[in-house]
């Protein structure tokens, strides 16, 4: 309980630093509390608790940590602004690669190597298809490869199937909602011999789904799955030095 409440309220602080800190970057992005607080400090307590029960490396600990900042710090940017911050991006990879020093000479040689193969096939995917990734997606899967091939570069490839998948699943859930909300606004029935159109909401109400006028953003995908797959191949999954 201890370490919950240690973790957790160190987490909440830095889910305040990491609110203030997107409210005054140059082209700042305002996030009503306690959203940064309460994911960073959920985030933390559970990599702490994984840490005091003799699951998670220690020497791990640091990275899983500056990690889930930067998963909700850059995410919750990308979901409500639709982009992705270099003040975050790009100070990402030397911070991955300074994370990864505990981990040893070896596993900092596979970080430097799996921020190549990440960036590299980011970079190529915006080549071919520039409306498929933004620009910050592949800045930011520089720092993300290198966080992910400190353990293997088999987990930099499992992030971006893992982080693949949960765009695409989010990008159907959004056409399903929105299908949903056209067909309920556009179903009439009689009542009393009358017409009576079923509307969705209020008049000048937004269609549920109606942001991202730019498509569903990768970044969060991105994040959330490397987060993920470092937590798991950290709490002994099979991708660690593989």
Partial sequence: MAHLVF???LGMLAGALARWLLGHLRRGAVVPP???ELLVGTLWAASGCWWA???LDPALLPLLLGLGWLAVAAGTVDVLHGRLPDALTLPALPAALLLAVPLGG???LRAVLGAGVLAGGYLAVRVLAPGALGAGDVKLAAGLGAALGALSLSAVLVGALLASLLTVGVALG??????AVQVRA???STVWGRTVSVRAGPPGARAAGGGWAGGVPHGPAMLAAGWLVLAAAGTGGPLVGA
């Fill in 186 to 188: 556009g179903l009439s």
């Fill in 34 to 36: 306690p959203y940064c």
């Fill in 174 to 179: 959004r056409a399903v909602l929105r299908w």
């Fill in 106 to 108: 070896a596993a900092v």
């Fill in 53 to 55: 029960a003799g699951r």
């Fill in 7 to 9: 973790f957790g309220g």
